[in-house]
Nanobody, 112 residues
Framework: QVQLVESGGGLVQPGGSLRLSCVAS???????VGWYRQAPGKQRELVAC???????IYANSVQGRFTISRDNVKNTFNLQMDNLQSEDTAVYLC???????WGQGTQVTVSS
């Protein structure tokens, strides 16, 4: 059982930045890593991911504002979120696969 521990969420004003981190208890080398989010009353959606072949994919809504990165040595992957907007408010969850494991989620709230 792989443990994923997220950190970095919080409350930020519109236009602000946050950096989320996800630390895995085992190697993430060669694995798909991704960040998802779920807002109240909405379905979970992909925010950004890095596939096993190194392809980076972003949701249209965050393209140009968010950056995903990974450090295979530290078994960590991050999500740098800039120019945050109220519609980015959600619980953010990290994910690796295969097999699929999820973090516990971290709340991001964008509000003035």
């Amino acid at each position: 059982q792989v443990q994923l521990v997220e950190s970095g969420g919080g409350l930020v004003q519109p236009g602000g930045s946050l950096r989320l981190s996800c630390v895995a208890s085992e190697s993430i080398l060669g694995k798909y890593v991704g960040w998802y989010r779920q807002a109240p009353g909405k379905q979970r959606e992909l925010v950004a991911c890095i596939t096993s072949d190194g392809t980076t994919i972003y949701a249209n809504s965050v393209q140009g504002r968010f950056t995903i990165s990974r450090d295979n040595v530290k078994n960590t992957f991050n999500l740098q979120m800039d120019n945050l907007q109220s519609e980015d408010t959600a619980v953010y969850l990290c994910n690796i696969r295969p097999p699929a494991y999820w973090g516990q989620g971290t709340q991001v709230t964008v509000s003035s």
